[in-house]
């Protein structure tokens, strides 16, 4: 008989690293928002690239959290009571720049200055505690008689905050690696520089976090290095490898579409080392996927509206992104722009 709190548990997972991935690189573009001097119509571009898929990409984070509540109200609890800060702090910092996006194309030229450093500090601060929420759950989260026992600031950790640092710069890989897809001329080439150094801090900050999780318990060593399945979970880092040799190789001959697929690919493998890491956890290191579960009947009832849902996300979401797979060209004299 099929477990249906391990296939909520895949569905959850699916929609997390939906919106990582989607909602990763419109963070990005704004990440990258100060390498570009305003007032020269680039920072427009870069918006344009994203403006038809930025609130649809956010989709997934609803969905996401909203079957965490559904499914697995103990871990929701739980998690919610742990990453409060953080979490207020990633969804005041979406709020903030999906406000700035919106009145950013309704002002006066001299007025944009400042709803572009709103979408600049929405940008950074969503992205930053994205990563430290992840970091501190990670970590580890206190439990006692099924309810939080920590204290409101254990998140708040050298760890977690490396694990900030490294998503806003993966981000901006994501970023960087996306505008080199959707634009071409002198932005392109700008983007292009941008990504090799994101794609060397990402990688660095990934190798850091990954030598520093197994410190934080014990059972996260015993998954990853026991025999045998130190045989599957070395196929990890094998592909994570393969991906940045072709992402950096992908930068060299200028191809535009190669490095946005390997900054994706690595991305969804760094997600599934934190599933091999926490599996069958879903709040490390005492809540299981079984133990946080709603009853059957709920997961069953549940299930019959993701079955509808799901299909439809996708089918739309597939669209968008065909309807505006082309470029965004932009023609401008560079030297009365001040660019060069």
């Known amino acids: 008989m099929v477990d249906l709190s391990f296939v909520w ?42 403006a038809p898929v930025w609130d649809g990409n956010e989709t997934w984070l609803v969905m996401g959290s909203g079957g965490l509540f559904a499914v697995f109200p103990l871990a929701y609890g739980i998690a919610l009571t742990a990453l ?38 929405g940008s950074y601060t969503a992205a930053f505690f994205q990563g430290v929420a992840l970091g501190a759950l990670v970590q580890g989260i206190k439990v006692s008689d099924r309810a939080y026992a920590g204290g409101w600031w254990d998140w708040l950790t050298p760890f977690s905050l490396t694990c900030g640092l490294a998503v806003v710069i993966g981000y901006a890989l994501l970023g960087a690696t996306w505008l080199v897809m959707k634009t071409d001329g ?31 318990n014990p059972e996260y060593l015993t998954r990853w290095f026991s025999w045998p399945s130190v045989l599957y979970s070395a196929i990890v880092p094998f592909c994570m490898f ?14 535009d579409v190669q490095p946005f697929l390997c900054g994706l690919g690595i991305f969804f493998l760094c997600f599934v080392g934190i599933g091999i890491s926490f599996y069958p956890q879903i709040i490390p290191p005492d809540i299981e996927i079984r133990e946080a579960a709603a009853p059957d009947k709920s997961l069953a009832f549940l299930l019959v509206g993701a079955a509808f849902m799901l299909p439809v996300i996708l089918t739309y979401t597939a669209f968008s ?12 004299d560079l030297r009365s722009s001040g660019l060069l």
């Open 242 to 255: 393969v991906l940045t040799i072709l992402l950096f190789a992908g930068l060299e001959t200028q191809k």
């Open 186 to 216: 002198w932005l392109q080439r700008r983007m292009r520089e941008y990504a090799w150094r994101a794609a060397f801090g990402t990688i660095f900050l990934i190798m850091v976090v990954s030598l520093w999780t197994p410190f934080h």
């Open 9 to 50: 548990a895949g569905i959850i997972a699916f929609a997390i690293l939906a919106y990582v991935i989607l909602d990763g690189f419109d963070l990005g573009v704004g990440i990258l928002f100060p390498a570009i001097r305003p007032g020269s119509g680039m920072r427009s571009r870069m918006m344009n690239s994203i």
């Open 84 to 121: 409060y800060v953080p979490i207020f702090a990633m969804l005041f910092g979406l709020v903030f720049r999906g406000v700035a996006f919106e009145f950013r194309w309704r002002v006066e030229e001299r007025n944009k200055f400042y709803w572009d450093w709103a979408f600049i500090g």
């Open 321 to 332: 992104y065909w309807v505006f797979r082309m470029r965004w060209p932009h023609p401008i």
